[in-house]
Nanobody, 118 residues
């Protein structure tokens, strides 16, 4: 059973920064593509960024140039560095792991709240 535990959310002023972490356990971390998604109140969950097992990354247009996703396979952890935060970044952020070959092995963390407000 794969477990994903997010941390690092909180309240930050516009223009500020936060770093989210997601620690994975119960699996071979390097076999999973890792992603961050977010869901704002009244909106659908959306992709923020993904990083493949080989380190390739992809970002939503809304966060390009401001957010950076990275992974440390030795620590079984994926990170999301968020800079120049905007009020519209306010959401619950979820970590996701999907196996590189077996797509039904798809896991989610419990989410961490990020609030951008003055």
């Amino acid at each position: 059973q794969v477990q994903l535990v997010e941390s690092g959310g909180g309240l930050v002023q516009p223009g500020g920064s936060l770093r989210l972490s997601c620690a994975a356990s119960g699996t071979i971390f390097s076999l999973y593509t890792m992603g961050w998604y977010r869901q704002a109140p009244g909106k659908q969950r959306e992709l923020v960024a993904v990083v493949t097992s080989g380190g390739s990354t992809n970002y939503a247009d809304s966060v390009k140039g401001r957010f950076t996703i990275s992974r440390d396979n030795a620590k079984n952890t994926v990170y999301l560095q968020m800079n120049s935060l905007k009020p519209e970044d306010t959401a619950v952020y979820y970590c996701n792991a999907i196996h590189i070959r077996i797509s039904y092995l798809d896991y989610w963390g419990q989410g961490t709240q990020v609030t951008v407000s003055s």
